[in-house]
Structures are given as C-alpha cells and as structure tokens.
C-alpha cells in the first residue's frame, strides 16, 4: 500500500526530494559559512573578501528558500493527490453493489479510515522525501565536519544521533502519559457536547445546576490529568536542553583543543559547534519520518482491510427480460427468523405482511433487495431467481425503501427527483405522500436534520414513489406521521401504484387496510392471510398486533 | 429555517476583560512563571558568550587547558537552563490549563441557563462547535504555542539585549531585518487567515459529504446512487485539496520571505562584525558571537511568527467563548406555586416569524389535577403551548399563571416539568442519568421510580444495572426504554403540574402500549397537560382540547366531542379509529 503511494505520486515525490535534499544542503551550508567569513574576512581579509563571501551566503539562503519552496510544494501536493485518490478507491468499495465493506465496521468507522487513515497514508508521499533529504543533510554536515577534523566529526556524528536516541527513550513514558491526558480532554469535550445535545430534555426538567456541577467535575479531572502531563512534558523538554547544552560543551572542548593547538582553524571550530547544532535539525526530521511512517503503515492495514474485504454477495451474471411484470415469488425461505416460508406476490398486487418481530421484517426486505441470499429456498422475480441475477440490476426493479432511510444534502425537490424522475411523475409523488405541506425550495440540511421526523419519512416515501420502480417495498413508511395524513397517505400508495406491485412491510392499520391482501407472519411463516377487515375479525393475535 | 440568528460573539474588550478576570486570582502564578523562564532564557545566553570567549582564547593563543574552565561553564549553565525552563514551562501550564479549565465550565454553566428559544433559534448545532471544537482550539494554544511562544519571544528579547551588551551597532545591523519581518508577517496574516477559514469549512464539507455517503450507503445501494455519490465525494475532495494546496503555497512563501529577513540580517551583522574588528573595537570572539546570536535567532523567530495564526485561531475560538460567558444571566426566581396546581392561559400569542403567527389568542383554564389532552394536526401549535406552559419558551402576548402566580414570577422548574418529543439519553452511567433529576435521590428510590414505569426489570437485566454505561458510546437503549428513563425522571422530581408532549409518538404500537401505563403512573396525582399524537391518550384524558391553526376550535370530554356531528375531533377519532374496531 504504502509503496503504492509512492510510486503513484513518483514523479512529485522525485522531485520533493531532490528540492528537500537542496534545502537540507542549504541550510547546512549557513553555519559553515559563518566561519568560512569570520575567517576569511572578519579574522584579517579584505573588503573584496567580505563582498565575496557575502555573496557566497546570499547564494546559499537563495538556493536553501527556493528548494524548500517548491520541496513543500511538490510533497504537499503528492500527499493530498495520494489521499485523495484513497478517498476515492474507499468510496467506491464502500459503495459496492454487492455489498458494503464488512457488517462489522460502523459509519463512523469507516469515514474515519476515508478521512484520518487516507490522510495519515498519504503522508508517506512527503514523510519519504523529507526524511532522505535530511539523511542526505546529515551527510553534507558530516562531510564538512570530517574534512576539518576526523575526531571531531566522529564526536558529533556519534553523539547527535545518540541524543535523539536518548530523547526518544525519555519521550515514551510522556508519550504513554499525553495519550491518558487526551483521553480525559476527549472525555470533558464529550460531557461537554452530551450535555448540549440533550439541553432541551436538561431545560423541561429543570436540571441546569446538576448538570453543570457534573461537567465541572469532569473538567477537573481532566485539568489534574492535563497538568501532570504537562509538568511532565516541560520536565522532559527542559532535560533534552539540558543534554544538548552538554553537547555543546563537549563539543567546544574538543573543537577548542584543537583549534588551540592550531590543528583547525577558528572559523572551523564556529562551523562545528554551528554544524553540531544543526544537524540536531535534520536528525530530528529523520526521526520525524521514521515516526510518520509507522503510523501510516498502521493506517494503510486498515484501509487494505477495507479494500479487500470481499463483497458480501456472489455477482449474477443473468439478465432480467424488460419490461418487468413484477412477479414476486418466494418459496421455501429459511433465513434468520423465518422457516420455510412460501409467497406469491401477483403482478400488479398491493400486498401487506404483518409481522411482530422486526428482525424478520428487516429479513424480509433484505431478502427482496437482495442485499442478502436465503440460506435456502428461492426468491423469484418474474420466474428467475434473484441470486442469479445482477444485484444493480434486481435494484433497477425492486426499490426497497427501508423505514430509516436516508435523505441527504441539498433541496427537498433533490432529494426526490434525484436528477432523473421527470416533472409530473414528482409532482404525483409529493402529492400521495402529501409533501406539497411542507416546503419542497430550500435547503433541508445534512442529512435532512432541518426537517422534522414526519417530514424526512414523507420526503422519503416521495423519493421512492417518484422512482417509480415495477416493484416497490416500503418497510414501515408512516410511523412519525399523524393519523389523519397516514390515512391520505395510504389512499396515496395505492392510487399512484396502481397496477404495479407493492409491498408494505407494516403494522399500521391505516396502511394495511388499503392492500389487496395481507400476510400475517408468525413464528417464521405464514399463519393467516386475507384482508385487513377479515384478519382483525377472525384473529386475535392479528389484533393484537396491529391494533391500540 | 430563514438566515438563523447565531449566538453572540464578544467584542475586544469583552474578551479582554474576561481575560483579566481569569488571570486576576492567578496574579502570582503568571509573575513568577514570567520570571523563572526570563532566568532560564538569560542563562542560555550565555552559552553563546562562553563559545565567543572560547574564540577569543583560541586567536590570543592561549595553552589548550585554557579551554577547560568555560567548558565546565557551558556544562553549568546548560544545567541550570534546563532546571529553569522545566520549572518555568510547568508554571506556565499550570497557568493557562487553570484558565482554561475556567473558561470552559464558565462556558457550560452559561449555556445550561440559556433561554431555549434562544438556543433553538441559534441551533444546537453552533453551541456544540463552540464547545468542542473552539475549546479545542484554545486548549492546543495553551498547550502548544503559548509555552512556545513564551519561550521564542523570550530568547528574541534577550539575545537582541545581548547584542547590545557586545555592542550596540550589532543591534543596529539586526534590525535591519525588522521591516521585511513586520511586512512578510502582515502579508501573511492578511491572506492566510481567510484562506485557512475556506480551508477548514472545505475540508469539514468533504468529511459531512463522506460521513452522508458512508452513513447513507444502504439508501444509495437501494436507490442505486452511486455514481452520483462518488462525485460528490469527488468534487468534494478536490475542492479540499485545491484549497489545502492555496494554504501550503502561501505557508511556503510566508516562510521564503522569512529566509530573505533571515540573510539580510545576517550578512549585516557579519559586516558589521568585519567593520568592528577592523577599527578595533571587537574582537574576532565579540564578532563571532555576534553572528551566532543572530543565527540563533532564526529559529525562535520563525516559531513565533508561525504562531500568528495559531494564535489568531485561537483568539477568533476565544471572542465564541467569552460572547457566551458574557451574556447577561436570566433573572432567577425562588416564588413557589401553592398547593393547588391550577393553570390557566389568558389571551397567548405567540410567533417564531414575525408574521406567522402560531398561537392566536389562546385562553384555557386547567383545574389542579385535571388532566387535559392537546390534539390537532402538526402545525396546529400543540407543541408551543406546551412549551409556553411549561415556560421553556415566553409568550409574545397574554400572561400564563400557575398556581394563581404569574409563570415569570416563579421557580419554574419546582412547579412544571416538560417531557419533549426528543429523547436524550444522557451518556454514562444510568444512575447518573436519573440524579441529573434529584441529585440526592438514593439507590432504593431510584429502583422505585423505575418500577412505577415499568422499567425495573429491563433495568436489571442490563449487564451492571444501575451502573450500566449508557448513551452515546455505551449500552444503546431502544426508544421506549429511553422514554420511560423520561419519565423515571419526572416521577423522581415529583412536580405538581407535568407536561408531555408526543411522548410515545415514535414508540412503534407495541411500545407504545407499554408507555401508556408508564405515562399513567407518572401523571398519577399530577394537573397534567398531554399532547396527544395517538388519540388513545385523549380518551383517557378528562378533557380534549382542539387546537387548529393557533386557535382552540374544541374542548370537553372525548365522549362530548366525539359525539359531535362534523367536528374537528370527530373527524380526527373517525380516521383513527376505523382501522382499530377493538379500540
């Protein structure tokens, strides 16, 4: 995965790295020339010398500003690419006809590994440039220092490295420590948010003081926590200063003995406690990117688990013949709360099933959508079996409209035509789920969260209405709507799907007493059928169901 | 849902102002943090002096041994500029956390006592920002860059003092790159700071369209909306890496443009240093420390102006803040009704948009212990009655008493309390949920509200009881156990007046039937107000009272209004009750 990204981006991450590695260059040049000009020139030369090695810097400082420039630039764009097309192969995957990535991963899940992990792999495409840049610094620096003195290069060769070594052993236990501290700031921003979304519920009973003494004790929890990770950060910052400070003077020990005993010159004892500075700098960044890498291959796991999770349907390779009738026939069904159970659903047919439990609903419409196959038994569509067939192409003649159904972002009307239905199909639409009382302009919000729960139910019926599909199955469509409009709703339905097959999935009598026929499922097969009127007469269990 | 009107923002001097109030009592713990990282910074400094003394030996020709003593100085000082900055750091966090930590429970507090319609009109979803996402933004301020910053402005000052203190021509000569400082930094603060507000609401644009796409997946499958998802996503994404990219070019420059301040200084300090050394008034020691400072200072300086926009980030999280904690607090009331919980309604109106009038001139007297249902279709205007009843919300006109008091007068929350068609559970455990209600309320009286609503033995069949986690991240509770959590809270507050509105409209009939009988025990002994969704709870109520459009067409008892040929309520029972004979 990770060298899928690179190779990618080749050509950008090439090109961030030679940039990066001219910056690295750059920017170890500067202390040199420090003392290359406090030798050549402060120490005794001329003013042409001065002009001159004046000018040798500013060449420097414009070579180390452009490479860092268009390096940053060329990474950056190589990480945002990479993660994007991430975004995209994820979405894809996510969407799959044949199934979504896994039953186990939550929403929530997944759009963090199409946001932070895709962003976290991406980052390799700067990680790898910046970290063999700044070897390639480090190399500079240590040439330089080798060239004046071998024992003092070895000495800051040796000990730089050996320093960051110690600070990445001093920063663990810190590392384990901010992790708890932002558990606890995670956990007094969720008291906090908590609290906020359940402030009308907090409001009618009156319960403001209690609340706010139980977010103030969290938020003091969470300041002891972030205290003591705080001293202990400053404590550990301070003594990888304090090491460093000894460095250095070890550094000038060493450098000034052998400048005192004329073995280098002075300007070269200035580079090299300059020099031993700054290769703290580059060092550092490798570490950074040694780091950057750990997490990204962390990431790039979850991503290609995702990717590779297999689609949770076989594909079909059938055709339906056009145009659909709309012959729906289950036979034989055992699948998760059902056995055995045969039904035929005429063409054209308006047919209820009554159901207490709801996972057997949930089944029934999976089983219709094929977003599942029955563990055994068949279900039909016009005499072929939907496992045979295309799961997008069974969609393009089944809609199943699931009772929690989402609406996205844009416009009501959007949200019904979906760019396809035409005119006077909507307007009918809007009309038997009596939309036309709410506002159809305007923006209804992520997730239509700016209309009421009646409102996105009805705004959900009209959308499946609109597609107008030879075969619909509504799974609970009313239950947030009052009794008066369900009752115009269902006369709606039933008008509008006139001689197409539908299938409600229901307890609502105001629906049930539209169909053609209803279906009373009990204990995984069929126990009664007839007409809404006739089922409450004669059973009681039916009523029971159905009726309060 | 026209252009919404969003909580306040504080002006400068609000926040200012709240500022000095947070630091007032911690006047102590800022003058010594001040101080102790001030030594610590002026002891690095001389570490630069020592290497410069280092040189001087080094040209004078002084015996290699000479070398040892600043050495063994360079060793202390860096010793007791690690025991200085690890003190100074501790006291600053210890500062800005305890601030912090102020501002956000000040927050809270201020928010838990604003009016509803306030928060409803400003929507929810801008007060949970400001409480997570701009304390979050503040909190890595204190976290990061104030210790940061405190420590780069610090070296800044003191290595130009120390400039001086060699001589004061090489504080001259570093000046010079002053101007291309202040400019690069106002060019920069001036472009970058809309650009990364675009950037953020680009990027949070992609994350809602994916969390919509991701979450929705099952509805686009169904409806076969995939390629038309995938460009959104697409086009979503590209405008976030389009808008990243802006952010990163102009970053980069901000940072070339430093790099040319950068060499200017540099080159003038070291002709400084050749001029000085040449007339003889430095030595090559004093020349050489000179340029070291200066290089020393590249560093810091980037740091502290990379900090403008954390900081001005954090400045634009702060005014969100402070302009909450400044509201002014509502008047509190203490006035208690008296025994008899009576209610009556004079003449109310009430409007959200100035000419949409929802309530019209409502009047309704409610006897104490009455039990009165509100019905009508959505929009009829149950709910803000309600609301209005419970004085969540303030009537435009009329005056609502309860208990013979008129309702801004009184301790509203000991007399009334309103169950909301939302259901909240609160997270953590369920003990806590029920003691938001009564704070003192013991275990046992705990397990008596929840049997009195049929709770108790779902209850105790939940992993650790009444110590089970629940809500968001934890146990995930249906929505009938959720509403009779509702009500286990009224039953456990114990008020004279109640009111309910829809609470069991989303149950599914199953549930539903089961709250009934919860809503029974809870309202036992209660005046209570019920808006009734199913029409199965105005036949158990004494009164009906109809609304329509704002105005009450109806009232008496189900059997008088049922009764009635062609009446609202007639025809509402009529389409509920024809599918259910057995009702």
Redesign the interface.
């Given at each position: 995965m990770l060298r899928r990204v690179i190779t990618g981006q080749k050509r950008l991450v090439a090109t961030s790295t030679i940039l990066s590695a001219a910056h690295q260059g750059g920017e170890a040049l500067v202390p040199i020339l420090i003392g290359v000009i406090i030798d050549e020139a402060v120490g005794g030369g001329t003013l042409v010398d001065l002009i001159i090695w004046i000018a040798v810097l500013g060449a420097a400082f414009l070579v180390l500003s452009t490479s860092f420039q268009y390096g940053t630039r060329t990474g950056e764009l190589a990480v945002e690419r990479a993660a994007h097309a991430l975004r995209l192969e994820l979405t894809t995957r996510i969407l799959h006809p044949r199934g979504s990535a896994g039953p186990g991963r939550l929403p929530g899940a997944l759009v963090n590994v199409a946001t932070g992990d895709a962003q976290r792999v991406g980052m390799v495409a700067l990680a790898v440039p910046l970290g063999l840049a700044a070897l390639g610094g480090v190399v500079i620096g240590a040439v330089a220092l080798l060239r004046m003195s071998v024992p003092l290069g070895l000495l800051v060769l040796i000990g730089a490295p050996m320093l960051l070594l110690a600070a990445h052993r001093l920063g663990r236990p810190l590392q384990r420590r901010s992790e708890s501290e932002q558990e606890h700031a995670a956990q007094a921003a969720g008291v906090a948010a908590d609290l906020v979304a359940g402030l009308r519920v907090l409001k009618g009973i009156g319960a403001e003081r209690p609340a706010a003494r139980r977010y103030r004790r969290v938020s003091r929890d969470s300041l002891t926590a972030t205290q003591r990770a705080a001293t202990a950060k400053s404590w550990h910052d301070s003594t990888l200063l304090g090491l460093t400070g000894v460095f250095l003077a070890v550094v000038a020990l060493v450098g000034g003995r052998l400048a005192a005993t004329q073995q280098i010159t002075v300007g070269e004892l200035v580079a090299a406690v300059g020099l031993a500075q700054f290769l703290l700098g580059p060092l550092a960044l490798v570490a950074w990117a040694n780091g950057e890498l750990a997490q990204a291959r962390a990431s790039a796991g979850r991503i290609t688990a995702v990717l590779s999770e297999p689609p949770g349907l076989p594909a079909g390779d059938q055709d339906l013949s056009l145009p659909v009738r709309g012959h729906v026939r289950l036979t034989g069904i055992a699948a998760d709360g059902l056995t055995g159970l045969d039904l035929d659903i005429a063409p054209g047919e308006l047919l209820a099933i009554v159901t207490p439990d709801q996972s057997v609903a949930t089944t029934l419409t999976e089983l219709f959508g094929r977003t599942r196959d029955p563990v055994t038994g068949t279900v039909e569509l016009d005499g072929r079996p939907l496992s045979t067939l295309d799961p997008q192409a069974v969609r393009a003649a089944v809609l199943v409209a699931e009772h929690d159904a989402d609406l996205f972002e844009g416009t009501l009307l959007d949200n019904v035509t979906l760019d396809r239905a035409a005119g006077d199909v909507v307007r009918q639409a809007l009309v038997a789920s009596t939309v036309d009382e709410v506002a159809r302009t305007g923006p209804i919000g992520e997730r239509g969260r700016a209309l009421s729960g009646g409102q996105r139910q009805r705004v959900a019926l009209a959308r499946s209405l609109a597609a107008g599909p030879p075969v619909l199955v509504l799974h609970d469509p009313t239950t947030a709507v009052d009794a008066v409009t369900e009752q115009r709703i269902a006369t709606g339905i039933r008008d509008l799907r006139h001689g197409r097959t539908t299938v409600l999935v229901t307890t609502s009598p105001s629906l049930l007493s539209v169909a053609d026929r209803v279906v009373f499922l009990a204990s995984g097969t069929v126990r009664a059928a007839g007409t809404h009127a006739e089922l409450v007469r004669d059973d009681e269990e039916y009523q029971s169901v159905v009726l309060s | 849902?026209s252009e919404r009107t969003l909580l306040p923002v504080a002006t400068a001097a609000q926040t200012w102002s709240a500022v000095r109030a947070l630091l007032r009592p911690r006047r102590g713990l800022a003058v010594l943090a001040i101080a102790v990282l001030t030594a610590g910074t002026a002891i690095?400094l001389v570490?630069v002096r020592?290497?410069g003394h280092?040189?001087d030996?080094?040209?004078e020709?002084?015996?290699?041994d000479?070398?040892?003593a600043?050495?063994v100085a360079?060793?202390l000082?860096?010793?007791g500029?690690?025991?200085a900055?690890?003190?100074?750091?501790?006291l600053v966090?210890?500062l800005g956390?305890?601030m912090l930590?102020e501002l956000?429970?000040r927050f809270?507090?201020r928010?838990?006592?604003l009016p509803?319609d306030q928060?409803e009109e400003a929507g929810?979803g801008d007060?949970?920002s400001r409480?997570?996402n701009d304390?979050?933004a503040i909190?890595t301020a204190v976290?990061s860059a104030l210790?940061e910053l405190a420590r780069s402005v610090l070296t800044i000052a003191l290595t130009l003092v120390g400039l001086v203190v060699l001589d004061w021509r090489f504080l001259l000569a570093a000046l010079i790159a002053v101007p291309i400082q202040l400019h690069t930094v106002r060019w920069y603060s001036g472009r970058a700071l809309p650009l990364y507000a675009r950037q953020r609401v680009s990027v949070g644009s992609?994350?809602?369209?994916?969390?919509?796409?991701?979450?929705?997946?099952?509805?686009?499958?169904?409806?076969?909306?995939?390629e038309?998802?995938?460009g959104l996503?697409?086009g979503r994404?590209?405008d976030a890496?389009d808008w990243?990219?802006r952010g990163?070019?102009v970053l980069?420059?901000f940072?070339?443009r430093l790099?040319?301040a950068?060499?200017v200084g540099?080159?003038a300090v070291?002709?400084t240093?050749?001029l000085l050394?040449r007339d003889g008034s430095a030595t090559?020691g004093t020349?050489?420390v000179a340029?070291?400072y200066f290089?020393g200072l590249f560093v810091p300086i980037n740091t502290a102006l990379g900090l403008v926009d954390d900081a001005q980030a954090a400045g634009a999280s702060l005014v969100r803040l402070v302009g909450v904690t400044s509201m002014p607090a509502p008047p509190e009331q203490n006035a208690q009704i008296s025994e008899r919980a009576t209610i009556e309604v004079e003449k109310v109106e009430h409007a959200y948009q100035p000419d949409q009038p929802v309530l019209r001139g409502v009047s309704l007297e409610v006897a104490a212990g009455e039990r009165v249902a509100l019905v009508g279709?959505?929009g009829a205007g149950k709910t803000t009655l309600a609301g209005l009843i419970?004085g969540?919300r303030t009537p435009d006109g009329g005056t609502i008493r309860l208990g013979g008091t008129p309702i801004d007068e009184l301790d509203?929350?000991?007399t009334v309390?309103?169950?909301?068609q939302?259901?909240?559970v609160?997270?953590?455990p369920l003990a806590?949920d029920l003691?938001?209600?009564r704070?003192d309320a013991t275990d046992d009286q705990l397990s008596v509200a929840l049997t009195r609503v049929g709770a108790a033995d779902w209850v105790a069949a939940l992993p650790d009881g009444l110590g089970t986690v629940v809500?968001?991240?934890g146990h995930r509770l249906t929505v009938t156990q959720a509403q009779q959590l509702?009500l286990a809270?009224?039953v456990l507050?114990d008020p004279p007046i109640a009111v309910l509105d829809e609470a069991t409209?989303?149950a599914?009939?199953?549930g539903?039937?089961l709250l009934e009988a919860a809503v029974e025990e809870a309202l036992a002994g209660r005046t209570g107000i019920v808006v009734a969704?199913?029409?199965?709870q105005a036949v158990t109520a004494d009164r009906v009272v109809l609304l329509d459009a704002g105005r009450i067409l109806e009232t008496g008892t189900h059997a008088e209004l049922a009764a009635r040929p062609d009446g609202h309520y007639a025809?509402?029972w009529k389409?509920?009750a024809?599918?259910?004979?057995?009702?």
């Amino acid at each position: 995965m990770l060298r899928r990204v690179i190779t990618g981006q080749k050509r950008l991450v090439a090109t961030s790295t030679i940039l990066s590695a001219a910056h690295q260059g750059g920017e170890a040049l500067v202390p040199i020339l420090i003392g290359v000009i406090i030798d050549e020139a402060v120490g005794g030369g001329t003013l042409v010398d001065l002009i001159i090695w004046i000018a040798v810097l500013g060449a420097a400082f414009l070579v180390l500003s452009t490479s860092f420039q268009y390096g940053t630039r060329t990474g950056e764009l190589a990480v945002e690419r990479a993660a994007h097309a991430l975004r995209l192969e994820l979405t894809t995957r996510i969407l799959h006809p044949r199934g979504s990535a896994g039953p186990g991963r939550l929403p929530g899940a997944l759009v963090n590994v199409a946001t932070g992990d895709a962003q976290r792999v991406g980052m390799v495409a700067l990680a790898v440039p910046l970290g063999l840049a700044a070897l390639g610094g480090v190399v500079i620096g240590a040439v330089a220092l080798l060239r004046m003195s071998v024992p003092l290069g070895l000495l800051v060769l040796i000990g730089a490295p050996m320093l960051l070594l110690a600070a990445h052993r001093l920063g663990r236990p810190l590392q384990r420590r901010s992790e708890s501290e932002q558990e606890h700031a995670a956990q007094a921003a969720g008291v906090a948010a908590d609290l906020v979304a359940g402030l009308r519920v907090l409001k009618g009973i009156g319960a403001e003081r209690p609340a706010a003494r139980r977010y103030r004790r969290v938020s003091r929890d969470s300041l002891t926590a972030t205290q003591r990770a705080a001293t202990a950060k400053s404590w550990h910052d301070s003594t990888l200063l304090g090491l460093t400070g000894v460095f250095l003077a070890v550094v000038a020990l060493v450098g000034g003995r052998l400048a005192a005993t004329q073995q280098i010159t002075v300007g070269e004892l200035v580079a090299a406690v300059g020099l031993a500075q700054f290769l703290l700098g580059p060092l550092a960044l490798v570490a950074w990117a040694n780091g950057e890498l750990a997490q990204a291959r962390a990431s790039a796991g979850r991503i290609t688990a995702v990717l590779s999770e297999p689609p949770g349907l076989p594909a079909g390779d059938q055709d339906l013949s056009l145009p659909v009738r709309g012959h729906v026939r289950l036979t034989g069904i055992a699948a998760d709360g059902l056995t055995g159970l045969d039904l035929d659903i005429a063409p054209g047919e308006l047919l209820a099933i009554v159901t207490p439990d709801q996972s057997v609903a949930t089944t029934l419409t999976e089983l219709f959508g094929r977003t599942r196959d029955p563990v055994t038994g068949t279900v039909e569509l016009d005499g072929r079996p939907l496992s045979t067939l295309d799961p997008q192409a069974v969609r393009a003649a089944v809609l199943v409209a699931e009772h929690d159904a989402d609406l996205f972002e844009g416009t009501l009307l959007d949200n019904v035509t979906l760019d396809r239905a035409a005119g006077d199909v909507v307007r009918q639409a809007l009309v038997a789920s009596t939309v036309d009382e709410v506002a159809r302009t305007g923006p209804i919000g992520e997730r239509g969260r700016a209309l009421s729960g009646g409102q996105r139910q009805r705004v959900a019926l009209a959308r499946s209405l609109a597609a107008g599909p030879p075969v619909l199955v509504l799974h609970d469509p009313t239950t947030a709507v009052d009794a008066v409009t369900e009752q115009r709703i269902a006369t709606g339905i039933r008008d509008l799907r006139h001689g197409r097959t539908t299938v409600l999935v229901t307890t609502s009598p105001s629906l049930l007493s539209v169909a053609d026929r209803v279906v009373f499922l009990a204990s995984g097969t069929v126990r009664a059928a007839g007409t809404h009127a006739e089922l409450v007469r004669d059973d009681e269990e039916y009523q029971s169901v159905v009726l309060s | 849902m026209s252009e919404r009107t969003l909580l306040p923002v504080a002006t400068a001097a609000q926040t200012w102002s709240a500022v000095r109030a947070l630091l007032r009592p911690r006047r102590g713990l800022a003058v010594l943090a001040i101080a102790v990282l001030t030594a610590g910074t002026a002891i690095g400094l001389v570490t630069v002096r020592l290497l410069g003394h280092i040189v001087d030996l080094v040209t004078e020709g002084r015996p290699a041994d000479a070398i040892t003593a600043p050495v063994v100085a360079l060793v202390l000082v860096a010793i007791g500029q690690a025991v200085a900055s690890g003190f100074g750091l501790t006291l600053v966090a210890r500062l800005g956390e305890g601030m912090l930590a102020e501002l956000r429970e000040r927050f809270v507090d201020r928010v838990l006592a604003l009016p509803l319609d306030q928060v409803e009109e400003a929507g929810t979803g801008d007060l949970t920002s400001r409480v997570t996402n701009d304390v979050t933004a503040i909190a890595t301020a204190v976290r990061s860059a104030l210790p940061e910053l405190a420590r780069s402005v610090l070296t800044i000052a003191l290595t130009l003092v120390g400039l001086v203190v060699l001589d004061w021509r090489f504080l001259l000569a570093a000046l010079i790159a002053v101007p291309i400082q202040l400019h690069t930094v106002r060019w920069y603060s001036g472009r970058a700071l809309p650009l990364y507000a675009r950037q953020r609401v680009s990027v949070g644009s992609m994350q809602q369209q994916l969390q919509e796409t991701v979450g929705g997946s099952g509805t686009v499958r169904a409806l076969r909306l995939q390629e038309r998802h995938h460009g959104l996503v697409r086009g979503r994404s590209l405008d976030a890496v389009d808008w990243t990219m802006r952010g990163v070019r102009v970053l980069t420059q901000f940072y070339a443009r430093l790099n040319l301040a950068e060499f200017v200084g540099l080159a003038a300090v070291l002709v400084t240093g050749f001029l000085l050394v040449r007339d003889g008034s430095a030595t090559i020691g004093t020349a050489t420390v000179a340029a070291l400072y200066f290089h020393g200072l590249f560093v810091p300086i980037n740091t502290a102006l990379g900090l403008v926009d954390d900081a001005q980030a954090a400045g634009a999280s702060l005014v969100r803040l402070v302009g909450v904690t400044s509201m002014p607090a509502p008047p509190e009331q203490n006035a208690q009704i008296s025994e008899r919980a009576t209610i009556e309604v004079e003449k109310v109106e009430h409007a959200y948009q100035p000419d949409q009038p929802v309530l019209r001139g409502v009047s309704l007297e409610v006897a104490a212990g009455e039990r009165v249902a509100l019905v009508g279709a959505s929009g009829a205007g149950k709910t803000t009655l309600a609301g209005l009843i419970a004085g969540v919300r303030t009537p435009d006109g009329g005056t609502i008493r309860l208990g013979g008091t008129p309702i801004d007068e009184l301790d509203v929350r000991r007399t009334v309390v309103i169950l909301s068609q939302e259901v909240h559970v609160f997270a953590g455990p369920l003990a806590d949920d029920l003691r938001l209600a009564r704070p003192d309320a013991t275990d046992d009286q705990l397990s008596v509200a929840l049997t009195r609503v049929g709770a108790a033995d779902w209850v105790a069949a939940l992993p650790d009881g009444l110590g089970t986690v629940v809500g968001h991240g934890g146990h995930r509770l249906t929505v009938t156990q959720a509403q009779q959590l509702a009500l286990a809270r009224l039953v456990l507050i114990d008020p004279p007046i109640a009111v309910l509105d829809e609470a069991t409209a989303e149950a599914g009939s199953a549930g539903a039937r089961l709250l009934e009988a919860a809503v029974e025990e809870a309202l036992a002994g209660r005046t209570g107000i019920v808006v009734a969704h199913r029409l199965a709870q105005a036949v158990t109520a004494d009164r009906v009272v109809l609304l329509d459009a704002g105005r009450i067409l109806e009232t008496g008892t189900h059997a008088e209004l049922a009764a009635r040929p062609d009446g609202h309520y007639a025809k509402l029972w009529k389409a509920w009750a024809d599918h259910r004979p057995g009702c």
